[in-house]
């Protein structure tokens, strides 16, 4: 497994000094791609066995990142994102919101606010790509991005087997997404899906709603996700 930081944490204070322009590209599809030309030239890895696994919003840059490494063996989709990204951080902070006793009085001004702020995002034209300021902690240039991207489509046009696993205790990326997922493929074929009830959005296990002070506790992905992940790329199918 090949496994780096992304350009924003290791080097997000330079980059913020320097007033660098960001969006996904630069944050996290160009270095994706260069990561695959360097497992494919790496002579201990065999380069017919590559295989991409993007996470939530790395998952939905996923079919961008195959498109510019097309020799790839296979896509894993880890809680792929679906839905546009304001959308979801709008669902994200209504549930906390509603699942947390000492902020649900705070809930109607702090949706109102994020509302209109997600409402700026969907307005954003191309020429609006240089704005200055942030929406919802990101550069205008990045929300053009993403405005102008379609992963569905890009996905309909990869002709590589697909896995998607989901946490159902998720509550960042529902089951909301996956549906659309599910939807956008419904007649592709080698497209593979599992849920896992028990399991959070970063596949640790738990009981209850999933809530945000249960990330800051210890864990590991749970082992039935890496076997069903080895099992897929050896044979295709998940473990029974």
């Given amino acids: 497994v090949l496994r ?15 007033k660098a322009v960001i969006t996904p590209e630069e944050e996290t599809i160009q270095d994706a791609v260069v990561a695959f030309k360097i497992a494919n030239d790496e002579p201990r890895i065999d380069a017919s066995r590559i295989y991409y696994l993007g996470h939530s ?6 079919p961008e990142i195959v498109k510019r490494a097309p020799s790839t063996n296979g896509m894993i989709y880890f809680s792929p994102q679906g839905r546009k990204l304001e959308d979801v951080f709008l669902a994200q902070a209504d549930y906390i919101l509603r699942n947390d006793t000492a902020k649900q009085k705070d809930r109607t001004t702090v949706m109102d606010s994020l509302s209109k702020e997600a409402a700026k995002v969907k307005s954003l034209k191309p020429s609006n790509a240089n704005d200055p300021g942030k929406i919802m902690g990101m550069q205008p240039a990045y929300w053009v991005y993403l405005n102008n991207y379609n992963p569905f489509a890009l996905a309909k046009e990869i002709q590589k087997p697909m896995l998607f696993l989901h946490g159902e ?35 640790i296990k738990g009981n209850g ?24 790329i050896k044979t295709g199918t998940l473990t029974k």
Avoid: C
């Fill in 57 to 62: 919003l790395g998952a939905f840059l996923l």
């Fill in 209 to 232: 709603k999933s809530v945000p002070a249960e990330y800051s506790k210890a864990g590991n992905v749970e082992e039935v996700v890496v076997l069903d992940i080895a099992s897929w």
């Fill in 169 to 203: 205790r998720d509550y960042q990326i529902t089951q909301e997404d996956l549906k659309l997922w599910q939807t956008a493929l419904n007649d592709k074929p080698a497209v593979t899906y599992k849920t896992y009830p028990q399991l959070n959005h970063f596949f």
């Fill in 4 to 18: 780096y930081d992304k350009r924003t944490r290791s080097y997000g204070a330079v980059l913020a000094r320097k």
